[in-house]
């Protein structure tokens, strides 16, 4: 599938039940945005794009004017919808155990979204 899929070998909530979102699992009228705080729609969208979803990535796939409701009802309870991540580059070290010599270890460096 994506990301999780090919890191580890897995699926993460591949189903949801029968009559909802196949991407959030809730019950919403088609072109209304998914949930963003649902935990399937956190791993699939996770899973697709290696970061974790915002509101404006939750409804991105509904008209505008749908998009201007939920803003304003998103903003009137405080919610304010999120900038898009910013790009950092992350460095580590990876061991494989700590007598490893300095040759087994690997330094990583990913561009990830925040």
């Known amino acids: 599938m994506g990301y999780i899929q090919e890191r580890f070998g897995m699926m993460l909530l591949p189903k949801t039940k029968p009559g909802t979102c196949p991407m959030c699992g809730r019950k919403h009228e088609e072109g209304w945005p998914h949930d963003r705080d649902s935990l399937c729609y956190q791993y699939k969208f996770y899973d697709e794009h290696g970061r974790w ?19 304003e009802q998103l903003a009137a309870r405080g919610i304010p919808l999120e900038a898009e991540p910013e790009t950092v580059t992350m460095s580590f070290e990876v061991k494989a155990d700590h007598n490893a010599p300095p040759a087994a270890i690997v ?7 925040s």
């Open 53 to 71: 979803p915002s509101w404006a990535d939750a409804m991105a796939h509904c008209s505008d004017a749908v998009k201007a409701y939920w803003k």
């Open 107 to 113: 330094t990583v460096e990913k561009e990830v979204k």
